[in-house]
Nanobody, 124 residues
Framework: QVQLVQSAGGLVQAGGSLRLSCAAS????????MGWFRQAPGKEREFVAT????????YYADSAKGRFTISRDNAKNTVYLQLNSLKPEDTAVYYC?????????????????WGQGTQVTVSS
């Protein structure tokens, strides 16, 4: 089992920045690819970004490219999502997720464990 605990989100103005974190406990963190998804009201949960076990490979949704950065610190068992140049359409509940396989981690069903979710609200 892997337990994922996310930091608080927040309210930020358009153009602002926010950093989300997700701390893992349980099984060896470095065995897992880590990802971030988000779910806006009335919409399905969508992929945002993923990072492989070592941090050397990352992949982003088009909506995140150039604005968001995923990173991990295996010594701290933590994955981060830096959100820059935020837009009102980025408003959503953000979830971190752990997957045994990097190739599967960008798909909802490819993840084995999920964080509790954290609200990010971007005002215009």
């Amino acid at each position: 089992q892997v337990q994922l605990v996310q930091s608080a989100g927040g309210l930020v103005q358009a153009g602002g920045s926010l950093r989300l974190s997700c701390a893992a406990s349980g099984r060896t963190f470095s065995n897992y690819a880590m990802g971030w998804f988000r779910q806006a009201p009335g919409k399905e949960r969508e992929f945002v970004a993923t990072i492989n076990w070592s941090g050397e490979s990352t992949y982003y949704a088009d909506s995140a490219k150039g604005r968001f950065t995923i990173s991990r610190d295996n010594a701290k068992n933590t994955v981060y999502l830096q959100l820059n140049s935020l837009k009102p359409e980025d408003t959503a509940v953000y979830y971190c997720a752990a997957s045994r396989y990097y190739s599967d981690s960008r798909h909802y069903s490819g993840n084995d464990y999920w964080g509790q979710g954290t609200q990010v609200t971007v005002s215009s």
